[in-house]
């Protein structure tokens, strides 16, 4: 049985062309930007050639391009900029269910009590009648909604969103990290502040971008203390690291045909069906919600043991999977995001994040029904687990 | 005559080693280091090492280093936890020759109102007694004073700073970017904090790393929204390129005999004497001040053009050089260590910085000369700075 990672949403390989050209780069264009001799003015055209790429497949200017260190540094530079921007009293909306590097920079930014969350209904989805609500009541500096859901892979409104967003007049901000590179840009434009990680979609770590609309551009500002990009973010450009992000970008946008995505989205289904059969004590959570073609995210047996020793037990067979984001992983706290859904304690101890990449195939995922099955004879025959109980993750 | 890249304090080449090892561990250890599985256990534990391994070159403890995106956000973090954790009324205490991402990270944290600057000498280098005089007058929440200049590569009293600074209790930021990779690091890890980026030192953009010292560990957070970085720097740890950043300074560092730094500075000097004897018309900056030995700031001669033109001359000669920092030299603003070195206007537009490295031999040196020679004689003759009049730079 071949074994197969299935953690893209925590982070990707980076892809051949890609790390290729790091290289290529590393070796001919290294020259700082900034510099006034024609090596480096060569790196900078580039520079700006690749900005101008990724403008044009997000429909936005060119100047409204910022290359940050990835989605963290610009969903914290976006919130800095709202609630400075914002003016005395002005609070930050956020959907109950975004990624930690929002939800922990509105609450740094705007304070706890100026941050007010959007409920997501059962299916993991935002509430548009919560947002109108909110927005009725005015004062809003800024609204964050993902466009889908790191955890679960629920695709979220945010094209209704940023429309209603318009309307009110209020910036929209969009972390759009799982979305780039899994799911058509088009549109993403629309939304005053997207957000995006390279190593979600097989470029290098360390890079990822920000657009940043219209008049913020202005007194906008990420890192101080140079007039790269534009003023709003210092620091010696990483020329081969933008260039690396953006041939993974390329690679993974010009893939992504209709027929493509239709035929991803069959092979996890045809896996969801045979779980639902082969392991009905599994449920699938926001089973009936339009998800990632990628993500599929379980709520183990009540009866078995917790998610950690199915994780390490997949993990002997060759299956990598998560526990929840990688980022609450680590902390070993409850995922928000489960809280959210209103998942009890012993569903949320009992949830497995399964979310493949453009390289899984239908005998990948047949695979991994195979070893959760493996795995559930195993635990429930009890046959191991008294002598493995002790076995801890390599964490 | 073989041109040469003579603009290292903007940036260097990633080295051989380096370029490999980040290609290495971008097949190998592209995982997540959160995720609870073998394979990114592995990848943990390998960016551990790596961080205990700097820790061991600063002489610091493991749990002090943070790995950022460079120098220019670890500056910006430094500024803003000083700020915010020195209570009200509290101000910095900067260099007035520090690099822009320490001054306006600075200004940008504790008002222009709270920011008081040291002066220099006339050969550049930070006067300790205003630093005691400022200190006398209290409420100072950290001294900032960088370890060498990137202008004239005057090297900074940092061990006597540090030492006063502790004397009075007061925390000490040494921003050290342009001295890791060029001398010896023994010392450094006196400082509370302390800032350094890869690309300075042969290693990539995008990668550096902060020394937090001490109790400031509780609470210091450059990014929030991940427990990353002992909760101090959240995002996805970059880990190749965390380890083309160590191969790189273990090469440099390894490389750091007495006799190769003197050997360095012999050939530089000769290059100073030459400059002294052919071209006498040319100033060198901070003469005889204690400068990094691969740093020269030339003024150029009064009765010539702007340095742009020689800039532009030398490039078509194959030499890469510098008309101040490449921060500063992208804005077209004349440099502010220039500035407090009392340079008037005329001389700071005839500015040269050279910046060899580690590769730059004596016959570099020689042929620099040599390039000089040719530009001054080309400019003064005048024979070909008419047609050439409209020459712009390659930016």
């Not at 264009?29 to 001799?37: A, F």
């Not at 466009?147 to 892979?153: F, Q």
């Not at 058509?184 to 005053?192: F, I, N, P, Q, T």
């Given at each position: 049985m071949p074994g197969h990672y299935f953690d893209c949403n925590a982070t990707t390989p980076v892809c051949e062309a890609a790390s290729e050209a790091w290289v290529r780069a590393s070796l001919?264009?290294?020259?700082?930007?900034?510099?006034?001799?024609r090596g480096a003015g060569m790196t900078r055209r580039l520079l700006e050639e690749l900005r101008g790429e990724l403008a044009g497949m997000l429909e936005v200017?060119?100047?409204?391009v910022v290359f940050t260190s990835g989605a963290t540094e610009a969903n914290n530079a976006v919130m800095e900029y709202a609630s400075r921007s914002g003016g005395e009293g002005v609070f930050a909306v956020i959907s109950a269910i975004e990624h930690p590097s929002v939800r922990e920079a509105a609450e740094k930014w705007f304070g706890k009590e100026g941050v007010r969350e959007l409920a997501v209904d059962q299916q993991g989805k935002v509430c548009l009648n919560a947002l109108e609500e909110v927005l009725v009541e005015g004062a809003v500096g800024l609204v964050s909604v993902m466009?889908?859901?790191?955890?679960?892979?629920v695709i979220q409104p945010w094209r209704e969103v940023g429309e209603i967003c318009r309307k009110r007049g209020v910036p929209y901000h969009c972390d759009a990290a799982q979305w780039v590179g899994k799911a058509?840009?088009?549109?993403?434009?629309?939304?005053?502040f997207i957000s995006g990680s390279a190593h979600k979609f097989g470029g290098p770590k360390g890079v990822g971008f920000l657009r940043v609309g219209?008049?913020?551009?202005?007194?906008?500002?990420?890192?101080?203390?140079?007039?790269?990009e534009g003023g709003m973010r210092a620091g010696t450009e990483d020329y081969p690291g933008v260039l690396a992000m953006m041939v993974a970008l390329r690679e993974k946008q010009g893939d992504m045909t209709a027929e493509r995505l239709e035929g991803c989205l069959l092979e996890r289904r045809a896996f969801e069906k045979r779980v639902g059969e082969d392991l009905p004590e599994v449920k699938i959570i926001a089973a009936d919600a339009e998800r990632l073609w990628n993500t599929v995210m379980l709520i183990l047996p009540l009866s078995g043991p917790s998610n950690l020793k199915w994780l390490i037990r997949l993990d002997r067979l060759g299956f990598e999977v998560s526990t929840g984001s990688a980022c609450s992983a680590g902390k070993g706290n409850p995922s928000h995001v489960m809280e959210a859904m209103g998942l009890d304690f012993d569903q949320m101890n009992r949830v497995l994040r399964i979310s493949g990449g453009w390289q899984t195939e239908g005998k990948h995922w047949n695979a991994l029904v195979d070893a959760l099955l493996e795995v559930w004879e195993e635990l429930k025959s009890g046959k191991r687990m008294e002598k493995r109980e002790e076995i801890t993750p390599s964490l």
């Open positions: 001919k264009h290294w020259q700082n930007p900034s510099g006034l001799y200017e060119e100047e409204e466009a889908a859901n790191n955890e679960t892979g058509s840009l088009a549109g993403l434009g629309e939304c005053d219209g008049a913020a551009r202005e007194n906008f500002t990420s890192l101080v203390g140079g007039p790269q």
